[in-house]
């Protein structure tokens, strides 16, 4: 099964929709979490990436964000982000689902992102609810090790989901709206281990619809996919769109 195939399978089963994961950003230069050179094989998640880590020692959990949060700004989208956003335009892709918080889906033009982890787009005060844009925390993290709120001076928490935290309601129910409308839910660059989300394919099979899967290495539902390309995110997704971009997208079925 190749590009082609899966540009069929978008035209035939309409609306679609992406789900994403970190292996979409990985050809940005962005390590994911789980392969042997991911971020979790040299740091503990319960020790930097926890709710209560950061309650505990909110300091010690900026020593790990401090450099990442510089990394994913200086990020550039990759091929696959592109296509994403290119597909959308082309009007075969409704949404994208991502787990990812690094905000390369919108800088790549993908107008509907749903954003179930977070993001790094702001960071919130845990003590006095003042929320300090991206650009503001990167200007204090110019001067501090980690930074402190301009009101009341305790230290900032990412607005992204934590461990032991949870999702933001309104994203992750538009998530399983998304994924229930889907015909076809086009998961790229996850091993759909986490929950709620690795759950979306499922909402999408329960409802009639079918699951494709581009994914360097095994996920969770390989078995339960109509199609599977183990490959790389943005080769293939850039072969995806240049069959596609000579064809004529059907008109999606919501919009009948
Ligand atoms: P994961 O790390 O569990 O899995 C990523 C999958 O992508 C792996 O199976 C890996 O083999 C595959 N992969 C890596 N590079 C690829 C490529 N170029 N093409 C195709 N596949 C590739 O990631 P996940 O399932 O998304 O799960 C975890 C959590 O990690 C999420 O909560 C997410 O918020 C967080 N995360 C986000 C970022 C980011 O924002 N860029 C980075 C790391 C982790």
Redesign the pocket.
């Known amino acids: 099964m190749g590009a082609r195939e899966l540009a069929e399978l978008i035209l035939e089963r309409q609306p679609c929709v992406a789900l994403t ?7 940005s230069g ?6 042997p050179t ?2 979790w094989a040299r740091f503990d998640p319960l020790e930097y990436g926890s709710i209560e880590a950061f309650r505990a020692d909110p300091r010690k959990v900026w020593s790990f964000y401090k450099p990442r949060v510089a990394m ?1 700004a200086e990020a550039e989208p990759n091929q ?1 982000h592109l296509t994403l956003a290119e597909l959308e335009q082309l009007g075969v892709l409704e949404a994208v689902v991502t ?4 905000l ?1 889906h919108e800088r790549a033009g993908s107008r509907e992102v749903v954003e179930v ?1 977070g993001s790094i787009r702001s960071s919130t005060c845990p003590g006095c609810g003042e929320r300090v844009a991206l650009a503001d925390v990167l200007e204090l993290l110019r001067e501090a090790d980690a930074p402190a709120c301009p009101d009341c001076g305790e230290i900032l928490k990412p607005d ?2 934590f461990f032991g935290e949870l999702l933001p309601p309104s994203a992750i129910d538009r998530a399983f709206e998304l994924a229930r409308r889907a015909r076809l839910l086009l998961v ?7 929950h709620p989300v690795a759950g979306l394919p499922l909402e999408t099979i329960a409802a009639g619809g079918d699951l494709a899967i ?6 969770a539902l390989n078995d339960r996919a109509a199609l599977r390309i183990d ?4 080769e293939v997704l850039a072969g995806v769109a240049e069959a596609l971009r000579g064809e004529q997208p059907q008109q999606p079925e919501h919009a009948r």
Do not use: C, M
Request: charged share 15%.
């Open positions: 994961g970190a292996g979409v950003s990985t050809e962005i390590p994911d979490f789980r392969s991911g971020i994913l696959a787990q990812n918080i690094d390369l982890h992204v989901v790229v660059g996850s091993a759909l281990e986490v581009v994914n360097r290495g095994p996920t490959g790389s995110a943005g």
